[in-house]
């Protein structure tokens, strides 16, 4: 069942700016709005992220020396 969210207190500069935005897609505010806070929702968060790597990694128990991290990097480079 859909909620409605009110945010107070926005900038008049932020607001025109995601107006902007919104026009650019040929979208309403409220479109344009609903779409960037689905796409925010659907990815995890930075902290959740960061700890589903640390976990993945103290299973693991794997290590790439950084030797081998710039070596690799560099051998796309050429």
């Not at 700016?17 to 659907?42: T, V």
């Amino acid at each position: 069942m859909p909620v409605k969210i009110t945010i107070r207190n926005v900038p008049e500069e932020v607001r025109d700016e995601l107006a902007r935005r919104a026009a650019l897609q040929g979208q309403s505010m409220q479109e344009f709005l609903r779409g960037e806070l689905e796409r925010i929702a659907s990815r995890p968060s930075i902290t959740a992220w960061l700890q589903e790597v640390r976990e993945r990694k103290a299973l693991t128990e794997t290590r790439v020396h950084p030797h081998y991290i710039l070596r690799d990097r560099d051998a796309d480079r050429t």
